[in-house]
């Protein structure tokens, strides 16, 4: 069944076409993958899907429904946004900054009760970060503070989990330790939808990949129907090689520097 | 968990210090009266004369009680939903803004509830200055705010002056002029009755609203894809907020450095987390502030004005607060 799809979506921003004509399908539980370059609009679509932008035109479906017909509370419980690069500023616990996330179930007065708390701890585990619990947020390390990030949205229990660059401000290991993340999500039936600069990446964890070639062009397909030197070539304006790694049971992807 | 037990203690131990200075403060005054008196009120059994002054002092400290929780818990709540450590009442402008109101008010001679809705109208129109000006001034340091707040206090103090200037010397500039320094000697039943229940109405909201708080210290997106507006509740909480202050401004005139102080005091106990810290810091208020007007009404033979007390004790802590630096300022 499909998670989520787009019919011709396209969104202006000051009367300037920044996307346009993107129409992109989701499965449930599969992980698709955006490519692009630098200010093609990656950010942008990613923030239509997840409800930011109402004022888009084309299509959302969401589960069948138009997004621009559920509500914001609604949205909260399936879909959830791990924004990119925020500098995580709050000298909250980890434990009672993920609590945050179970806000989207609460009103106006409440407060976090027990089943907020035991889907808190089940997160922490989930992420990795138990033993950090009590640790201010501010104070962990780069990595941990993206975990953290994708543990809040986590805690609002989506369906389809969207990530702007979840890896890009990372060190190598730190990457990995969120790409291998996303792969257990997807083991859970989270669909996940990410955006990134490294066609590796998208080989690792994507089913689908999808290609934000400029503002009026988006390709999607299956990963090996995608990730192909002529398409990524293309892509980034630079020739692109690819090699099939035995080990790895993959392809890579490189540049010649002569 | 273990954090929750400490803070539960420092809770009750907090409230327990504060009803020791309510009972130590109607017993000291200009006559001072024994323990025996003031049980004795309570039980309504005392005699004429001591129930007429404790009478008056009981009225006077809840006054101070519901102003240093109601001053504090909105200095906490701009420090929160701005991320800023130095927001408060009275660097947003909205303290003078208010006084500003209320001078104008009181300058037509009008009645208290008028004087009360002028102040929180100027309150609200000060905060809603000083934000556009932070949004022209944008950048990504939290000083913006602080400068807009300096820039539109600056405006509303020359407002101020200018009522003075016009003012009649021989009453209403006096009592101008002794409110803005903050003083609750002429807080009596009738005043405490109009705006007190404006102060614990905007007090039980923030308390109730505290988690939403943490929340609302998170960046737009995230405050959206939580499901939750914003804009919408961070209006909300700068309205209760400058609600609490005007009122306070209303029942005794401009009271510094409580709403900047004490929110600091009380994370730098808890720890941040505003469904702990938020309660502590109107408790941690009514302490400081009774402490402060019962040194201002005893220890010399007129009232002192408020400020200058507060002052005094506050800027020492702030500064012992700063140099430790548990808490982020800006």
Redesign the interface.
């Known amino acids: 069944m499909s998670e989520i799809y787009t019919e011709k979506l396209s969104f202006a921003y000051d009367s300037q076409e920044i996307i346009g004509n993107v129409d992109l399908s989701l499965d449930d539980g599969q992980v698709l993958v955006i490519l692009g370059p630098n200010g093609i609009g990656k950010s942008t679509l990613l923030s239509c899907l997840s409800g930011l932008h109402k004022t888009y035109r084309g299509a959302i479906k969401l589960e069948d429904r138009e997004l621009k017909n559920i509500s914001s509370r609604e949205l909260s419980h399936r879909l959830a946004l791990v924004s990119q690069g925020v500098n995580i500023k709050s000298s909250l616990s980890l434990y009672d900054y993920l609590l945050l996330g179970r806000s989207a179930f609460h009103g106006l007065f409440a407060q976090p009760d027990a089943s907020d708390q035991q889907k808190v701890v089940e997160v922490l585990d989930l992420i990795g970060l138990k033993d950090f619990a009590e640790a201010s947020v501010q104070d962990l390390s780069g990595g941990q503070k993206q975990l953290a990030q994708i543990g809040r949205a986590l805690v609002q229990e989506p369906h389809l989990l969207i990530m702007d660059e979840p890896t890009s401000a990372l060190d190598y290991k730190n990457q990995i330790l969120v790409l291998k993340l996303i792969k257990a999500l997807s083991d859970k039936n989270i669909s996940i939808i990410i955006s990134t600069h490294d066609p590796n990446q998208a080989m690792m964890v994507g089913d689908m990949v999808g290609l934000l070639i400029d503002n009026q062009t988006y390709i999607q397909g299956q990963t090996e129907e995608i990730l192909t030197e002529d398409y990524l070539s293309d892509l980034y304006k630079t020739p692109i090689v690819s090699t099939f790694n035995t080990e790895l049971q993959r392809n890579i992807f490189g540049t010649r520097m002569d | 968990m273990a954090?929750n037990h400490k803070n539960k203690i420092v809770m009750i131990l907090a409230v327990i210090l504060l009803v020791v200075l309510i009972v130590m403060s109607m017993m000291i005054g200009r006559y001072n009266l024994s323990f025996n008196d003031v049980m004795s009120y309570f039980f309504n059994r005392a005699t004429s004369s001591t129930k007429l002054i404790l009478k008056l002092r009981f009225t006077r400290i809840l006054a101070v009680i519901l102003v240093g929780a109601g001053l504090s818990m909105a200095g906490a709540t701009f420090q929160s939903i701005f991320?800023n450590g130095l927001a408060s009442p009275n660097i947003l402008g909205v303290a003078t803004g208010s006084s500003v109101g209320a001078a104008f008010a009181i300058l037509s001679g009008m009645p208290i509830y008028m004087v009360e809705l002028s102040a929180f109208v100027m309150g609200i129109l000060t905060m809603f200055l000083t934000l556009i000006i932070n949004h022209f001034l944008r950048n990504n340091s939290g000083m913006t705010l602080i400068l807009a707040g300096i820039i539109i206090a600056g405006l509303m103090q020359s407002i101020l002056g200018s009522i003075k200037y016009i003012a009649d010397p021989e009453d209403q500039l006096q009592s101008i002029v002794y409110w803005e320094l903050g003083s609750f000697m002429k807080v009596d039943l009738s005043s405490l009755a109009s705006v007190g229940p404006v102060l614990l109405v905007g007090i039980l909201f923030l308390f109730?609203?505290r988690?939403?708080l943490?929340?609302l210290?998170?960046?737009e997106?995230?405050v959206?894809?939580?499901?939750?507006?914003p804009v919408l509740?961070r209006n909300l909480m700068i309205v209760v907020a400058t609600l609490l202050t005007s009122a306070a401004v209303c029942l005794c005139g401009v009271i510094g450095w409580v709403g900047l102080v004490v929110p600091h005091i009380s994370?730098s106990i808890v720890?941040?987390?505003n469904?702990i810290s938020l309660p502590l810091t109107g408790v941690v208020g009514s302490i400081l502030l009774l402490v402060a007007d019962t040194l201002a009404r005893s220890i010399s033979v007129n009232d002192i004005p408020l400020s200058i007390v507060t002052g005094f004790i506050g800027v020492p802590i702030f500064v012992f607060i700063l140099i430790r630096r548990k808490?982020?300022v800006v």
């Open positions: 954090k991320n109730f609203a988690w939403r943490n929340v210290s998170l960046d997106a995230s959206k894809t939580i499901g939750i507006n509740n994370r720890g941040s987390d469904r808490t982020t």
